[in-house]
């Protein structure tokens, strides 16, 4: 299978720019959206850099990350509300964490936020049906 990076239809610099970061972390290639096309064929899958995020589409199907009750916690977190992870763990701020039951990554999208820029989180999962991997990285 190809997997090649491009943008939304009609993208803005912010969007170009973000592609062609994922394409050098990634190590794929960044093809402009205007080259391609239709998005449905052979046995490419396409991450399109999107303003809501990144999006698989393969083979006439679409694939994007959720971030499921994750948000909500981390703003309630925001507005000073306490989180059972604040309430066990208290300032996590630099830690690196392993969670080994990744589920769908929301807590470990909310430890994400918490250990901060120079915290780490690994995410581990033996469930095939959540057979993904998660990057903490800003690109």
């Not at 992870?85 to 769908?104: A, E, K």
Request: glycine content about 8%; overall charge positive; proline content about 3%.
């Amino acid at each position: 299978m190809n997997i090649i990076i491009t943008t939304a239809q009609r993208p803005n610099d912010n969007l170009l720019s973000k592609g062609l970061n994922y394409s050098k972390f990634l190590d794929l290639p960044f093809i402009p959206r205007d080259k391609i096309g239709n998005l449905s064929k052979d046995n490419t899958a396409y991450l399109v850099v999107t303003k809501e995020g990144l999006v698989c589409h393969y083979q006439g199907h679409k694939l994007f990350y959720h971030p499921s009750m994750a948000m909500l916690r981390i703003k309630g977190i925001v507005n000073g509300k306490e989180d059972i992870f604040t309430t066990i763990c208290g300032d996590i701020n630099g830690f690196s964490i392993l969670d080994c039951t990744m589920g769908f990554g929301a807590d470990s999208l909310v430890w994400s936020y918490l250990s901060g820029e120079n915290g780490l989180v690994t995410s581990l999962e033996k469930n095939k049906s959540h057979n993904f991997r998660w990057f903490k990285r800003q690109l």
